[in-house]
């Protein structure tokens, strides 16, 4: 049986989203239908509304949501009907290089559903980061749909899914925070800020919050900041230095994702300190560095997709952490919205008026 829902789909380059039918296949094996319950507006959308990820448009949006499992293809024992789920971009694959090693949080070769889901004349739809939960049905591999407890609603879970998971991981997993580290964070939305979130969790000591907007930067104090720079008033390179007795910071994200803030990062760490770019870049950008200072300083340069994280352990626990009061998770869900104001949303987030812009279904 195929099911016919409404989606958010761009479909050309830089062309305001649209809702239109989709239909979505009942799962074969190995596959999921899941009912979507929430969805928060990633900026990563917005890149593939852009082009800046790839081509293959028609792309059906929205990555980061959670719901409830409706039926489950031959084969699938991780997941039941009824179970409530977070839905991972990263479902390791078990017999990759990376995953034969023993590390299946950078799996090469993750997990999709084999079925297209498709537009009402049959065009198959490109499902944004494999998930494309803008819509009331969708159809995922079920080692993307990860089991966590109910209690914690759905649109607080869905934002684990992606931009929260990948900040909070860029500072743990990636960047290995821990007690009493000095961290600085550059670009304060969801991302950012649960990267702020994730370095207080790791008990780092000082955490230097660096934005545009002074609103992002009152809001990244609520998530754990003991300190904010706001670069178009203040040069962000020297006043890391300053807040960090001269020296630079042990740990500098990139949670923008430009040359220009790459390169701050870079130049505010200490020495033997790390970078970590969880940013996403768009084609045309270039870095160019000091190659001695690369070497000279000594440390690391990461980049963190999805905060190296493996779903399966790191859902659940993050949803526990948030249900015993320690990760304000609800802190990131600015607004609930309907699934026809996802181009709204968009230019909200472009505007800096929101974290999360948060699909209810
Ligand atoms: N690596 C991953 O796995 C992963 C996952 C999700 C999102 N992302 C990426 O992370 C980035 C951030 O996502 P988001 O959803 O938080 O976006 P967002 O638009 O909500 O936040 C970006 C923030 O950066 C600030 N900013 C812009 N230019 C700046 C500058 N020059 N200096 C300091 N701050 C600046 C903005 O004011 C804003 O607060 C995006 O590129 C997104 O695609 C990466
Ligand atoms: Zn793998
Ligand atoms: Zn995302």
């Not at 239109?20 to 917005?46: F, K, M, S």
């Not at 560095?289 to 779903?311: A, E, I, T």
């Not at 802190?331 to 909200?348: C, L, P, Q, T």
Request: hydrophobic content about 45%.
């Amino acid at each position: 049986m195929v099911h016919e829902v409404q989606g958010v789909v761009a479909g050309s380059k830089g062309a305001p989203v649209t809702l239109e039918t989709v239909l979505v296949p009942d799962p074969g094996p190995g596959e999921a239908l899941v009912r979507v319950e929430a969805c928060g507006v990633c900026h990563t959308d917005l890149h593939y509304r852009e082009g800046a990820i790839n081509d293959e448009f028609p792309f059906l949006l929205g990555h980061e949501a959670a719901g409830t499992v409706e039926a489950v293809g031959a084969g699938v024992d991780n997941v039941a009907p009824g179970d409530f789920v977070i839905l991972a971009w990263r479902a390791p694959c078990g017999t990759c290089r990376s995953c034969v090693r023993g590390r299946p949080w950078y799996c090469f070769s993750s997990r999709n559903a084999a079925q297209p889901m498709t537009l009402a004349d049959g065009a198959p739809l490109s499902a944004a980061l494999g998930i494309g939960a803008f819509a009331e049905l969708t159809l995922v591999d079920a080692g993307q749909a990860v089991k966590v407890n109910p209690k914690a609603g759905a649109a607080v879970a869905g934002l684990l899914g992606c931009g929260i998971m990948a900040g909070l991981g860029a500072a743990l997993n990636t960047g290995g925070v821990s007690r009493g580290d000095s961290v600085a964070v550059i670009g304060c939305g969801g991302v950012g800020d649960a990267a702020i979130a994730g370095a207080r969790l790791g008990g780092a000591h000082t955490i230097i919050a660096v934005d545009i907007d002074d609103r992002k930067l009152e809001w990244a104090r609520d998530f754990g900041a003991t300190h904010t720079v706001n670069a178009s008033r203040t040069e962000p390179v020297e006043a890391i230095r300053e807040l960090t007795g001269g020296h630079g910071v042990n740990l500098a994200i990139d949670a923008v994702g430009t040359p220009k803030t790459y390169e701050q990062a870079f130049l505010a760490r200490d020495l033997a300190g790390t970078v970590v770019l969880v940013g996403v870049p768009s084609p045309e950008m270039k870095i160019e560095l000091p190659l001695l200072d690369v070497f000279g300083r000594g440390g690391s340069l990461k980049s963190s997709w999805y905060g190296d994280c493996l779903p399966s352990r790191d859902f659940p626990l993050y949803i526990d952490l948030y249900l015993q009061g320690r990760l304000p998770l609800d802190r990131f869900v600015s607004e609930e919205i309907s699934i026809g104001d996802v181009e709204d949303a968009f230019h909200k987030m472009e505007r800096g008026e929101v974290l999360r812009s948060v699909v209810v279904l």
